[in-house]
């Protein structure tokens, strides 16, 4: 049975590279394959005379292709012989990387922003990846080289976000982590007895994980303040993405204060009503080990031949 991936979305931007490392030593982690995607668009507000669509296609596709080869460098040096995989996408660039994920273990991207208070902000793919995606989707900001530690989980309903309890747990474990649960009581709310049902929910899965040190930090304050402040130091910062009132996944006010104003990567994880595998099947295969090798070119998408490295 295939393993499934880790995949990262790159278009050749700082942040998006930044994004492809974090994802490949993920991968390494998970003992995961690495699938490296592109999808080639248009500046927003350009439009393209009918006469020119070939040649401005090619040259997006050409630019897509190096964004793809930089990217595989920069995976293979900081995750030496990573089994990497990598795909040119056609169609819609946000629907096109947001149906990458897929059957993923996680889809990562970087978060887009020409700097000043644009920098802040979330860039519109990974926005709509964030919104729509099946699988757990992490938004990568800011260096991530430095290791606290420390894994942060956002918890809106001790007794219903067991797939996001699942992941931060398994990514925990993995890291070899302190979990630190977040919950905001609310106005009106007993800290003590928000505390206490808190606990009940963390003893069951620490049951499931021994070996992971929990604290728990039950607050008045704002959610999205909270773990933003958490996500200065945290490793990750993992919360929630719930069903909303209408036909289509949304993010809600605290996920999108969070994505906009965190300094480290943030885990967005789907609802197990949007994501019904997610606490069924295991987050981190529990297959044996396999060797992975490289690919070294992106070839047969980009005219080189596909090529592995010994």
């Given at each position: 049975?295939?393993?499934?991936?880790?995949?990262?979305?790159?278009?050749?931007?700082?942040?998006?590279?930044?994004?492809?490392?974090?994802?490949?030593?993920?991968?390494?982690?998970?003992?995961?394959?690495?699938?490296?995607?592109?999808?080639?668009?248009?500046?927003?507000?350009?439009?393209?005379h009918p006469h020119d669509l070939a040649t401005i296609t090619a040259t997006l596709q050409a630019e897509s292709c190096r964004a793809l080869n930089e990217a595989i460098t920069r995976s293979r040096e900081i995750a030496p012989g990573q089994?990497?995989?990598?795909?040119?996408?056609?169609?819609?660039?946000?629907?096109?990387?947001?149906?990458?994920?897929?059957?993923?273990?996680?889809?990562?991207?970087?978060?887009?922003?020409?700097?000043?208070?644009?920098?802040?902000?979330?860039?519109?793919?990974?926005?709509?990846?964030?919104?729509?995606?099946?699988?757990?989707?992490?938004?990568?900001?800011?260096?991530?080289?430095?290791?606290?530690?420390?894994?942060?989980?956002?918890?809106?309903?001790?007794?219903?976000?067991?797939?996001?309890?699942?992941?931060?747990?398994?990514?925990?474990?993995?890291?070899?982590?302190?979990?630190?649960?977040?919950?905001?009581?609310?106005?009106?709310?007993?800290?003590?007895?928000?505390d206490l049902d808190l606990a009940e929910v963390l003893a069951t899965w620490h049951d499931k994980y021994p070996a992971v040190p929990v604290w728990r930090d039950v607050v008045h304050d704002h959610p999205a303040h909270v773990l933003a402040?958490?996500?200065?130091?945290?490793?990750?910062?993992?919360?929630?993405?719930?069903?909303?009132?209408?036909?289509?996944?949304?993010?809600?006010?605290?996920?999108?204060?969070?994505?906009?104003?965190?300094?480290?990567?943030?885990?967005?994880?789907?609802?197990?009503?949007?994501?019904?595998?997610?606490?069924?099947?295991?987050?981190?295969?529990?297959?044996?080990?396999?060797?992975?090798?490289?690919?070294?070119?992106?070839?047969?998408?980009?005219?080189?031949?596909?090529?592995?490295?010994?």
């Amino acid at each position: 049975m295939a393993m499934m991936p880790v995949v990262a979305a790159v278009d050749g931007s700082e942040e998006s590279l930044r994004a492809v490392e974090w994802a490949a030593l993920e991968a390494r982690r998970h003992r995961a394959p690495l699938r490296i995607v592109s999808a080639p668009a248009l500046p927003p507000r350009m439009s393209v005379h009918p006469h020119d669509l070939a040649t401005i296609t090619a040259t997006l596709q050409a630019e897509s292709c190096r964004a793809l080869n930089e990217a595989i460098t920069r995976s293979r040096e900081i995750a030496p012989g990573q089994l990497i995989d990598v795909d040119l996408l056609t169609g819609p660039q946000e629907v096109a990387v947001t149906q990458s994920g897929d059957g993923a273990l996680m889809l990562v991207t970087g978060a887009r922003g020409a700097g000043g208070f644009a920098a802040m902000l979330l860039g519109s793919v990974s926005r709509y990846a964030a919104m729509q995606a099946r699988c757990p989707v992490v938004v990568v900001r800011e260096e991530t080289s430095a290791v606290h530690r420390e894994v942060v989980v956002g918890i809106r309903d001790p007794h219903g976000d067991d797939g996001t309890l699942a992941f931060a747990f398994d990514e925990a474990a993995l890291r070899g982590a302190t979990l630190i649960a977040v919950h905001s009581a609310g106005a009106g709310h007993i800290l003590v007895q928000a505390d206490l049902d808190l606990a009940e929910v963390l003893a069951t899965w620490h049951d499931k994980y021994p070996a992971v040190p929990v604290w728990r930090d039950v607050v008045h304050d704002h959610p999205a303040h909270v773990l933003a402040i958490y996500s200065v130091r945290a490793d990750l910062v993992v919360i929630g993405r719930h069903a909303g009132p209408g036909p289509r996944p949304a993010i809600g006010g605290i996920q999108h204060a969070l994505l906009n104003h965190a300094r480290g990567p943030v885990a967005i994880v789907p609802d197990t009503e949007l994501c019904p595998g997610l606490v069924c099947t295991p987050v981190r295969s529990r297959a044996r080990p396999i060797s992975y090798r490289c690919i070294a070119s992106v070839g047969g998408i980009c005219g080189a031949g596909r090529q592995r490295s010994p």
